[in-house]
Nanobody
């Protein structure tokens, strides 16, 4: 059974930065990708970014530039660096694992809660 856990959320002033972390364990198959999605109040679930085992990355167009996804295989940890945060970034951020080869495929399917294995999320609040 895959276990996923996010951390690093909190409150930050507009224009500030946060770095979210995610650990995943118990993956049954050797081929997989990992990604981030978020649920913002009043909006639909939206994909942010994904990364695969070749370290290729894929970003939603609206996220590219401010957000950076990376992974540390030695620590078995995934990161999401978030910069220039805005109040509209407020929401719950989720990390998930999917059994797909490429990051682009993961990002495309990540907006469906039925795909892959997702954690409980971490809250991000941006204040002015």
């Amino acid at each position: 059974q895959v276990q996923v856990m996010e951390s690093g959320g909190g409150s930050v002033q507009t224009g500030g930065s946060l770095r979210l972390s995610c650990t995943a364990s118990g993956c049954k198959y050797s081929t997989y990708s990992i990604g981030w999605v978020r649920q913002v109040l009043g909006k639909e679930r939206e994909g942010i970014a994904a990364i695969d085992q070749l370290d290729a990355t894929s970003y939603a167009a609206s996220m590219k530039g401010r957000f950076i996804i990376s992974q540390d295989n030695a620590k078995n940890t995934l990161y999401l660096q978030m910069n220039s945060l805005k109040p509209e970034d407020n929401g719950v951020y989720y990390c998930g694992v999917g059994y797909v080869t490429y990051a682009a495929s993961m990002l495309r399917r990540a907006e469906s809660r039925d795909f892959g294995h997702w954690g409980q999320g971490t809250q991000v609040n941006v204040y002015s």
